[in-house]
């Protein structure tokens, strides 16, 4: 299947993780007080798991997630409020901890001294943690991956409030929508049916987070 201007053929319509809070799943359940420990790693923003090499910090630090919670790079750009004995820091995820389980969190060690001062004597020290909103700022935004071209399409979306929940496709100008896979390393691409279909020459239309009403930044 040929895409077009690498995207912009697409009718693009997203979800965000609001229906993953309540019944459809429940795995980022909003400000349930997680009881577990840290530790700490040098950061590594540009080359985590969730593929943010050029997506700026928008005033917050990485921190990874354990494999329990990672599904499938589902809580890639999820922010967490985590408190410790000196404090309180909001950061987002960035990154998977695959050592990490219990609701263990790797944090960098940037902001690891606002949470507990005493983090390198101690090594492993206790936390409170909670999904919470990201405090961003501005619209969503799509990022095309290396590579996209007219015939291959990969799309990661940023600037969140909550972790996108799905993303789906129209290519008969939102007649239907066809939902794409999120990979491992946190962008969506085309299933094998979407790839078989016809392309359309509608304009994109996006829809944005029917609780969040962010709008969208192409």
């Not at 993780?17 to 950061?43: M, R």
């Amino acid at each position: 299947m040929k895409y077009t201007a690498a995207f912009s053929v697409w009718t693009v319509s997203l979800t965000s993780s609001v229906a993953a809070y309540t019944a459809v799943s429940g795995i980022y359940p909003l400000n349930a007080t997680q009881s577990s420990i840290a530790t700490t790693y040098g950061g590594n923003w540009p080359g985590g798991m969730c593929s943010f090499s050029d997506y700026p910090h928008v005033g917050l630090n990485g921190v990874a997630l354990g494999k329990e919670q990672w599904f499938g790079a589902a809580g890639c750009g999820a922010c967490i409020k985590i408190t410790g004995a000196s404090g309180s820091v909001i950061a987002m995820v960035n990154d998977q901890c695959p050592e990490c389980v219990d609701n263990h969190l790797d944090l960098d060690e940037a902001y690891a001294a606002q949470v507990d001062v005493n983090f390198r004597t101690k090594g492993i020290f206790d936390i409170k943690w909670q999904f919470v909103p990201c405090p961003v700022t501005g619209n969503l935004q799509f990022k095309n991956k290396e590579g996209t071209s007219a015939w291959y399409f990969a799309v990661q979306v940023r600037n969140s409030r909550l972790p996108i929940d799905t993303l789906e496709v129209s290519t008969n100008s939102g007649a239907t929508w066809t939902s794409v896979n999120r990979e491992p390393y946190n962008f969506f691409t085309p299933t094998a049916d979407l790839a078989k279909s016809s392309t359309s020459d509608s304009p994109p239309r996006p829809t944005d987070n029917p609780k969040g009403n962010q709008g969208v930044e192409w």
